[in-house]
């Protein structure tokens, strides 16, 4: 019996065990979605946004309560492979470890986009903005993959850390801020209108961003997981 | 222990002078800015310090490369060693920026592209060493600080280019994109100094380095001997 | 079925294993004896490719570590003393996901007969999150027989575990061994060791320091031996 | 040698346990002055505050980045409690459990202060905006003793859950935002030079609930700690 | 000096321990045998005042649980399975941390006695972060009897341990046993309990099924004692 599974078989059966899992304890979609609630709540107080400013920094909110509900899951996504050994149960199956970095990926970016998903007509509702516009779904979904593309990588080795409950924002955040800047930047450009010529920079720069981060995960997630 | 090699005592005097001639060159020799007046003269060390903080983070990038395919823990000296000194320089990069500012933008601080990257450049290696000091097991530590490296070497590069890519009140003067963005008419004496804090604080950069890998080098052979005590 | 030459592990500085020689013929059960901090664990994880030698080579099951890492894994099963399970999936989405990540053909019918074998048949659709601790370990012991592994390595097996718990643990690794497999296992339950191996060695400061078979140790008393190995 | 201590001398122990090992590791704080500065950060980016509205948000931005950091630190300082049995190895004293409660609160304060008083000169410096005004640090000092005390009976819960890495936040939040919303209003009522009969209502609204949270989480944290 | 009547504890709708029954006498060194899952853990955890009685009484040192928890924590010493000590400061800190905790005069030379007991002694300035197993596994017990206590709780102290900890332990056990305390100890290992204990309870699905002196069980096996308690 010394099958090996192909690199999409093994990437599909690690998102389908993610997903099974969450389905049934819903604990980690439940934490992104409270707390993505309690963030934008908190901007509302903290910040008393008056509703002529509104418009120009909904996409900047939008962006941080995402980055800030994804550090969670991400964070428990991955102490959830560490806490029992399943890590190296991951890692004694005969399949190339980058189909476990896309596995983890894959069900990370499911996550989020269902958090996303719920989260953006709660918004719009609560601040009166139309936020279903194709071009912001777009920016959305490519932010979203740079965002976990690398916060999946920072995450395994935050787990490994002896200071695993702090560490991930603090790895994350100055390394992604190039993509959620340029996610901002985009976002509010489809959100106010502005000519194509002003939101091509910051697309492009997303879209370089996300090929880069992933070439790096991909190249590198092995020597994060070995020991 | 193996003795102060020549060359790297020749460097030590060697960056005593260029410092000391540096400090004299930008405090006295250059001529006082017009417009500015004296603060200017900070400029000389400003960008000094911020073109080998930037080297040496680069730099580390491509060591952390290196470590990972060779997996020889000397590099992971070496990348420590550019990350520590480039993290001081850059450091007083900012803090010679921000004394400029004050007179310069009547700020100390403002959110330009080019500070609020540059502090983030910073940040990222601040993370790298909280990193590397949650990790206990050396090799382990030495991996995941060259990927950390190696994704951070990209914000040096922003930073750089950040004033070329977006709108920003800091000036640029190196390849300046067009002839209407604002620029610092320089002196030739200006010019002279310029390019000598460059060199100075190249031979600084690189004396700190060699030392700092020395001393790493002698840390190693610490715990070696430590371990064999024991 | 496993050689190794000369293996050295460090940690940074500190040689964990120091020129480890080690041979096992395939069939052999190999009880590995140690003081805490000897470095089996080390040695094991290094054996079942989730870490890396530092020197050495390093050969399991015809296959070169760490070049050759996923035909080795594919002939390899690993019981550490966590269980590597999934507590919110049931024992038999557990051994799904890992039936798939082995791909092992014709799963369902292999799960059935490793949940009979380790005694969950009536429980498999049970969350593994209920189970006790024995429990646990059963399953963990499926998990890694599930690809019919020609080498088990078993990292403290008994930790932990009641008396009936350590009687079926007994009964499945009389029955892996039974099956020609190749098995290490590491222990600090001298008895134990005693009943199950055919071999003995005793892995102090990094390299094997003593080692004997059950018929060389004929009625010498392993305790003693043992002993004897650590004084020398 | 059936002595036991007071309660004084045995809330001190835990203080001076807690400053020792954090003195020795650095972790704690260095982890949330770096969060800080990221929060500060990714606030501007968000939000890309202008400099007329700064004026007005920044009590906001400020105590925002607090409660951030704050929930970092608590979460870590609890988990090293519960990390390797330690809660347990006070539980076992013969103490009274409100001095192992005051302990903590007391430790985790002084990490807080620590931080608010690094922080401080840094935001004014980064905003142009003074903020050594003795009635801004009141409210600071104010607001941190709520927000800590609460923080810490939460933190005690959340480390005992199995998403502990999730959970702080989600509970902390929602109960502490009236904590957080009348300091926020108190310290803008400071930094704008308000009237004190502006500001006395929301500093008197602070002083009520630091009270009722001190004496609810003295009352409870026999029950959270114990199983 | 420890006397439980009709113990109940509950997690909820499941009853762990169901009207348990249980009496030492001072001096006595009480093994307490039972399967996974059958309470052991539970039931220390409620004597050591960590966690509270559903129903029952129980009275420890003289006195009542869980009114009187602080006089109960004063004469107790309990060792679990963690090592209940801060990574983070050295062995002395942690005994001076817990000293005051305590509330012990004469700390100092209080401390310098436990540490040579527990042969630390040279290792006091060191960071419990670089100690091995064993060597944290001595400074717990270093830590439980620093105050001296007349009732002392092990929770399977020697799991994990190799050979040379393991007769360490013994060793303290036994001089803790000599100096008159009352001791209860839960272990899986049999022989070691054989060893150590005077008296051997089996706690089996809540309740003490059996309960049998050094003397009384004679010459017979204490696995076929255990057996036998369990099988009825
Ligand atoms: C990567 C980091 C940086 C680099 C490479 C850099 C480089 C330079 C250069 C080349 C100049 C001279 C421009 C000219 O005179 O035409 C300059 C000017 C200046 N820089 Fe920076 N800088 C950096 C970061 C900063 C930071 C962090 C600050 C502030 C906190 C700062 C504040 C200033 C100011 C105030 C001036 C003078 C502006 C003026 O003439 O109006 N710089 N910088
Ligand atoms: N990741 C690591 N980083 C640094 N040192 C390590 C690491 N893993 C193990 N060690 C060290 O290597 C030595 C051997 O550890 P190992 O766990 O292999 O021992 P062991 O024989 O399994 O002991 P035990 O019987 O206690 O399980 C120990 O001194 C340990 O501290
Ligand atoms: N906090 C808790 N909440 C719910 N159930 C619990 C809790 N603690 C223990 N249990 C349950 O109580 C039962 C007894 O557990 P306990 O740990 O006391 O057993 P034990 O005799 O110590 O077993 P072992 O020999 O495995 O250590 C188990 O079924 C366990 O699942
Ligand atoms: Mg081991
Ligand atoms: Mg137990």
Redesign the pocket.
């Known amino acids: 019996m010394q099958l090996r599974p192909s690199f999409l078989k093994a990437t599909l059966a690690v998102v389908r065990k993610d997903l099974s899992a969450e389905f049934r304890s819903r604990e980690l979609l439940s934490a992104m979605l409270v707390f993505s609630m309690l963030v934008i709540l908190i901007f509302n107080f903290a910040l008393e946004l008056e509703p002529a400013t509104r418009k120009e920094v909904s996409a900047g909110v939008l962006w941080t309560t995402f980055a800030f509900a994804g550090t969670l899951g991400l964070n428990r996504s991955m102490a959830v492979e560490k806490d029992r050994g399943c890590l190296d149960g991951l890692l004694l199956a005969p399949v190339d470890r980058s189909a476990i970095y896309f596995g983890k990926v894959i069900s990370n970016l499911a996550f989020m986009f269902i958090v996303e998903i719920i989260v953006l007509p709660i918004y719009s509702m609560l601040y009166g903005i139309n936020l279903f516009n194709p071009g912001l779904l777009l920016v959305i979904l490519l932010g979203s993959i740079g965002y976990i593309g690398v916060g999946t990588l920072l995450a395994s080795m935050a787990v490994q850390a002896r200071t695993r409950e702090v560490l991930l924002p603090i790895l994350l955040f100055p390394i992604v801020i190039p993509v959620l800047l340029s996610a901002v930047k985009a976002s509010s450009g489809f959100l106010t209108g502005a000519p194509m010529t002003e939101i091509m920079p910051p697309l492009n720069l997303l879209i370089v961003y996300n090929l880069i981060f992933l070439a790096i995960a991909f190249m590198t997630f092995d020597q994060v997981v070995e020991? | 222990m193996t003795p102060k090699p020549t060359l790297l005592k020749i460097f030590d005097w060697l960056s005593v002078i260029c410092l000391i001639v540096a400090t004299y060159l930008a405090l006295v020799f250059a001529p006082t800015e017009l417009v500015m007046g004296q603060v200017q003269r900070v400029f000389y060390f400003h960008i000094g310090t911020a073109w080998v903080g930037l080297l040496g983070f680069i730099f580390s990038a491509l060591l952390g490369i290196v470590y990972l395919v060779t997996k020889d823990m000397k590099w992971d000296i070496v990348e420590v060693a550019a990350v520590e000194i480039s993290v001081v320089f850059f450091f007083i990069t900012i803090v010679l920026g921000a004394i400029w500012a004050r007179p310069a933008w009547n700020t100390w601080w403002t959110w330009d592209p080019r500070l609020t990257t540059a502090a983030i450049t910073e940040l990222v290696y601040v993370a790298y060493f909280m990193l590397r000091a949650g990790i206990?097991?050396?090799?382990?530590r030495a991996r995941f600080g060259a990927v950390y490296a190696l994704l951070g070497g990209l914000s040096a590069p922003i930073t750089f280019m950040a004033i070329r890519l977006f709108r920003s009140i800091h000036p640029v003067i190196i390849g300046a994109a067009n002839e209407n963005q604002e620029k610092m008419s320089m002196s030739g004496d200006m010019r002279v100094v310029f390019f000598f804090a460059l060199f100075a604080f190249t031979v600084i950069f690189i004396d700190l380095f060699w030392n700092r890998i020395r001393l790493g080098q002698l840390q190693e052979k610490v715990e070696r001997l430590k371990l064999k005590v024991m | 079925m496993i050689e190794v030459k000369k293996l050295v592990k460090r940690?940074?500085m500190?040689a964990?294993l120091r020129g480890l020689d080690f041979n096992v013929q395939p069939g052999e059960f190999v009880a590995l004896l140690?003081?805490?901090?000897?470095?089996?664990?080390?040695?094991?994880?290094i054996l079942a490719s989730l870490s890396r030698p530092s020197l050495g080579d390093v050969n399991v099951a015809g296959y070169r570590l760490p070049n050759q890492a996923a035909q080795v894994r594919a002939r390899l099963g690993v019981v550490s003393h966590l269980p590597l399970l999934y507590a919110d999936l049931t024992a038999e989405e557990n051994l799904d996901f890992y039936a798939r990540m082995y791909g092992i053909p014709d799963a369902p019918s292999r799960m059935t007969e490793v949940l009979q074998m380790v005694g969950l048949e009536a429980r498999r659709r049970d969350l593994v999150r209920t189970f006790s601790r024995g429990m646990q370990q059963r399953l963990a012991i499926g998990r890694a027989v599930l690809h019919d592994p020609e080498v088990m390595l078993f990292?403290?097996p008994y930790t932990g575990l009641d008396q009936d718990a350590s009687s079926m643990l007994d009964e499945v690794l009389k029955s892996v061994a039974a099956q020609g497999r190749t098995v290490v296992m590491?222990s600090?339950d001298l008895a134990r060791s005693e009943d199950l191996a055919t071999r003995f060695d005793v892995?102090s400061r990094g390299v094997i320091v003593a080692s004997a078979s059950r018929e060389s140790l004929g009625n010498a008393n392993l305790l003693t031996f043992y002993k004897q190995a650590l004084a020398a």
């Open positions: 020991e | 206990e097991d050396p090799d382990r | 940690f940074g500190k964990v140690g003081p805490n901090g000897a470095g089996k664990t080390t040695f094991l994880r990292d403290e590491t600090h892995l």
